[in-house]
């Protein structure tokens, strides 16, 4: 009787010389699968997104120096954030006016939820640090991510013989135009304007009529806070009606900024008016943006930087902003786009070596 052969399991190069064509179909799907997937799931930039292990906790306030911003914030917030679980680094930045503490993570590490934790405990700092009424600015946090560049930087100009001169075009970016912008498509991440000019209501103080009337720039500024304000003032009621009262001095003009009362001096009113010169202009210009077109620098203009998610593509999120950029030049004659900075000839150049 002869011996029984043992039995051998699945042989799969056996299998695949006995089926040549089904691995061959395997192959050739797997290689349309391939280019499908790059040429539109894979997301297209500039260089692979890494997320950012830093937070910053920004505080500013006009009028310190630095060293008081190092005192009274920055040192405070430091000390209290060295609570924080899973922190690998903290340090701190102190300017006139300004302060930020950084937060440093292990790479890896859940930035929502970080930011969260941090958000928690400075709502506790937030009772460390001095107040100064109506010009307190609490301390909020920023994700540092030097990674997420503009993709595109759009420079906004406009006709002047139609009214938009630098201060209107800066109101037209930071409303319609950021709005607009971030609507365009799901991918953008943030549009933010820069240069141009902000309205500004100024109060310039005599100081001759304010010696007159014996009184302070610090009494000024105090009638400011307590009467630039809206507010619920109560209500009354009667058998038909329960009428709501408010308060509404908001500084909306020179002219509301220059009646508001300062001090009683006999049988008057001293207002703002009586010893300052109000007026509705623009912000002390510090920075510009200029545009080189055409071989020559063009004048000062608005700069609109457009950021993108980590998993957009760029040729994607640039062609949705240009179409609506074309829309706002419809919508608002005078107004012109112009492409500064675009990314996506490079990341087209990128994948075409790729190939």
Do not use: C
């Not at 859940?110 to 506790?124: F, G, P, T, W, Y």
């Not at 509705?280 to 000062?300: I, L, N, P």
């Amino acid at each position: 009787m002869l011996p029984e052969e043992p039995k051998r399991g699945f042989n799969f190069v056996r299998w695949s010389v006995d089926n040549p064509y089904v691995v061959i179909a395997f192959f050739l799907a797997l290689l349309v699968l391939g280019f499908i997937a790059v040429k539109n799931w894979m997301p297209r930039r500039f260089m692979p997104y890494v997320q950012s292990p830093m937070l910053g906790i920004v505080t500013e306030m006009q009028g310190l120096s630095a060293e008081d911003m190092e005192t009274y914030f920055s040192a405070p917030i430091e000390q209290r954030m060295a609570a924080v679980p899973n922190v690998r680094y903290i340090r701190s930045i102190s300017q006139d006016g300004f302060s930020m503490v950084v937060l440093e993570y292990p790479y890896g590490s859940d930035m929502q939820r970080a930011q969260v934790e941090v958000q928690s405990l400075l709502n506790v700092v937030q009772a460390d640090l001095p107040g100064t009424g109506a010009n307190l600015k609490p301390s909020w946090i920023l994700p540092i991510d030097p990674l997420n560049l503009p993709v595109l930087t759009l420079s906004l100009t406009g006709d002047r013989s139609a009214g938009w001169d630098l201060a209107k075009l800066r109101d037209f970016a930071d409303n319609e135009v950021i709005n607009r912008l971030k609507a365009a498509s799901r991918n953008i991440y943030t549009v933010s304007p820069f240069g141009g000019y902000r309205r500004q209501l100024q109060v310039r103080v005599d100081r001759d009529k304010l010696f007159s009337y014996g009184l302070s720039i610090q009494d000024v500024t105090k009638a400011i806070d307590e009467n630039n304000i809206a507010k619920p003032a109560g209500q009354t009621t009667n058998s038909s009606d329960e009428p709501i009262f408010r308060i509404d001095t908001l500084a909306k003009d020179p002219e509301t900024i220059a009646d508001y009362p300062i001090k009683a001096a006999g049988d008057r009113v001293v207002t703002i008016g009586d010893v300052a010169v109000v007026r509705d202009t623009v912000t002390e210009r510090r920075s510009a943006y200029h545009f080189m077109h055409g071989g020559r620098v063009e004048k000062a203009v608005i700069a609109i930087n457009v950021l993108q998610n980590p998993d957009a593509s760029s040729p994607l999120t640039i062609d949705s902003v240009m179409q609506v950029a074309r829309e706002l030049e419809q919508e608002h004659p005078g107004i012109k786009f112009d492409v500064a900075f675009d990314n996506s000839s490079f990341v087209d150049i990128l994948f075409s070596n790729m190939w």
